[in-house]
């Protein structure tokens, strides 16, 4: 037998460890790639079309305001309980709604809803809305995000989309939503101070005159 033939112990166990490094790479690259293409895989576009049911309709009485939670169809395996998302759903009358992403206009914390005054208050900054999602008082600039809804079949149905960001206008992917009439006041506030400001160096001037 030639040398050619031939091989020897280092080789052999050289060669094994080549192949048992392969083998766990392997292992190891696989869920790793389909975690980065599985948006793609998945096709979770469409996602962000679907329409998630709330509950039926008479589950919400007429004037009533009533906490419900859906399962955001934007979601991925290792999500977990975060897909249970809670919105605020005002039955105004017959199978006209309102639906509220619970989040507060300012900053994104959770709104509460306090029948007693008619009002949703945000515990983190003291931003208060009415119960129509206008804006009340406080730091926010404008009313509550709203998802686009529908009843059908006696299901009340949201179109969840994104989670409403305060860079956004709405909860919707394509929908619009009248800005709050803050930045108004403050540019109304900011004339009058200017206007106090002009006429203080007015009357001082005038004393200075006089």
Known sequence: MT???????????????????????????????????SSVTRGRAS?????????????????????????????????????????????????????FAINCAHLGCPVRWFPQSGLFMCPCHGGAYYRDGSRASGPPERGLFEYPYKVQDGMVTIQAGELPTPGSPTASLFGTKAPCGARDELVSIESKLSASSETNALLRKTKTWA
Request: include cysteine; charge should be positive; charged fraction near 20%.
């Open 3 to 37: 040398s050619e033939n031939t091989i020897s112990r280092r080789g052999l166990f050289m060669k094994l460890g080549i192949l048992f490094n392969g083998l766990v790479a392997t292992a190891l690259t696989v869920p790793i790639v389909r975690f980065l293409l």
């Open 47 to 99: 996602a962000y079309l679907s329409w998630v049911p709330l509950g039926r309709v008479n589950e919400f009485p007429e004037g009533e305001t009533r906490l419900a939670t859906f399962t955001n169809p934007y979601v991925t395996p290792t999500d977990g309980k975060t897909v249970d998302t809670a919105c605020w759903v005002r039955r105004v009358e017959g199978e006209q709604f309102q639906v």
